[in-house]
């Protein structure tokens, strides 16, 4: 039994099947490979384009989804073997992932990091005891790590150069700023598929305490010797935008500071210009822009950069839908 929980478990042969068959979602949207199937939908965190993107998918293949928010309509949930559950945890992962299982053919987890322990963060224990437990193919939503906003990032792409093929394109993942520390999740995700397509990826940080965690690092240089492209670290501004052909922005925390974010504020304050502004995009190969989404305006990238026809970060959002149509309907009947 497949799950979808990195796309690093796939293979390029399988992503890219999972990318062609979501293009043709795109243009057919009714299907009826969900059809009499359900997908249990567990948000342990908010969300506006992950929910609405698996409800209708789900319905649009003739599925039906639950969605479920443990601690509010759904009993709290333990992760941790030998736990003696005399606090506000009601039930174990062990019963909750067996017991849907037995009600649904597929289950969707959104779990953020708590952002107090990274060493603690990056084990992902509520998606892998979910993949542990159940006995139906699970979804990761976004953890640590976003892989349905992988496949829409790279779909977009691909409709945007015209090719599926987009070795040769010059990368670049830039840190931007924001009022606080955010999720790495789609910065992993970000170099992950980025250079799991072969493109040269260069990763735009302020200092080196925002390269990202060593696992990702070490992904990105493993797609780099299977794939081609190359993988650069910079922090220098105009020379990692210079001929760019694809511009990337995401805001994160700097991993040195998890649970202690007071002293690391300071520093991103410096950097407010990051920014995705025109002088930037101008320094691009007649560069693209996307981002993941939601984006505040003229702090993470300029009213001008996102209304420039040059922006593709909505048509990104809508592939959110396509592509996770895809991945449900490979796994309900693989």
């Given amino acids: 039994m497949k799950h979808f929980l990195n796309t690093q478990d796939w293979t390029r042969a399988e992503l890219d099947a999972t990318l062609a068959e979501a293009a043709r979602f795109k243009r057919e949207k009714l299907g009826d490979q969900l059809k009499g199937k359900s997908i249990a939908l567990v948000f342990f965190n908010p969300s506006m384009r992950t929910r609405t993107s698996f409800e209708l998918g789900a319905f649009q293949l003739g599925g039906h989804a639950v969605v479920l928010a443990p601690g509010k309509d759904a009993w709290p949930i333990e992760f941790d073997l030998g736990t003696v559950m005399d606090s506000d945890t009601e039930e174990h992962i062990a019963e909750v992932a067996q017991v849907l299982s037995r009600y649904v053919d597929l289950i969707g987890v959104r779990a ?14 509520v998606l892998k005891g979910f993949a542990k437990y159940a006995t139906v193919p699970v979804i990761n939503m976004e953890t640590i790590t976003h892989p ?17 093929d987009l070795r040769g394109k010059k990368y670049v993942l830039t840190w931007t700023y924001h009022p606080k520390a955010l999720n790495t999740a789609v910065a992993n995700s970000a170099l992950t598929i980025a250079t799991r397509m072969g493109m040269d990826v260069t990763l735009l940080c302020p200092t080196e305490d925002y390269i990202l965690d060593e696992r990702y690092m070490g992904w990105a240089a493993q797609n780099v010797a299977e794939n081609g492209g190359s993988l650069t670290v910079s922090h220098d501004i105009d020379s990692a935008y210079a001929g760019a052909d694809v511009v990337y922005a995401k805001s994160w925390g ?14 991103r304050d410096r950097f407010k210009h990051f920014i995705v502004d025109e002088r930037k995009m101008a ?52």
């Fill in 112 to 125: 953020f990091p708590k952002f107090v322990d990274w060493a603690s963060d990056r084990e992902d224990k």
């Fill in 148 to 164: 349905c906003q992988e496949l829409a990032h790279a779909l977009a792409l691909q409709e945007h150069f015209g090719t599926a």
């Fill in 254 to 267: 700097a991993l040195p500071f998890f649970g202690n974010w007071e002293p690391e504020k300071p520093i």
């Fill in 283 to 334: 320094l691009t190969r007649n560069g693209v822009f996307s981002h993941c989404l939601p984006l505040r305006r003229n702090i993470k990238a300029t009213d001008a950069v996102m209304d420039a026809p040059y922006c593709i970060a909505v048509n990104e959002a809508e592939n959110r839908l396509h592509v996770q149509k895809a991945v449900m309907a490979a796994l309900a009947n693989q």
